[in-house]
């Protein structure tokens, strides 16, 4: 399903660019005390900070941006070879255990 796909490939972008799309990211986190790691935002699972910004009114923070749109593409092949790669078989072949 191509709408599938590409709806997939802008969630990841979304991941991938998070300041494209007026998220938080680790490089502008403020943290006012550097030796208290539990206070920095885990930025592993952004589900809920993109729902928040899709509930906007004027869903303007999660549109895509111009610069975002031709990695789109690369993002989509990604994906599709990670669901075709087949890992077990490939661990196998390059870490063979005894």
């Known amino acids: 399903n191509p709408r ?6 802008r969630h990841l972008a ?5 300041r494209q799309y ?5 490089f502008s986190c403020t943290s006012t005390n550097r030796y208290q790691p539990a206070l920095t935002p885990n930025f592993s699972n952004r589900e809920s900070e993109i729902k928040v910004c899709l509930s906007h009114p004027l869903r303007g923070c999660l549109k895509t941006p111009k610069r ?7 993002l989509e092949q990604t994906i599709w070879r990670h669901v ?3 890992y077990k078989i490939l661990c196998d072949a390059v870490c063979p255990s005894k």
């Not at 979304?14 to 998070?18: I, R």
């Not at 975002?68 to 690369?74: A, G, H, I, S, T």
């Open 84 to 86: 075709t790669c087949r």
């Open 68 to 74: 975002v749109k031709p990695v789109l593409n690369l």
């Open 22 to 26: 007026g998220l938080s990211n680790a």
């Open 14 to 18: 979304k991941y991938v660019f998070p």
């Open 4 to 9: 599938k796909r590409a709806d997939d490939s």
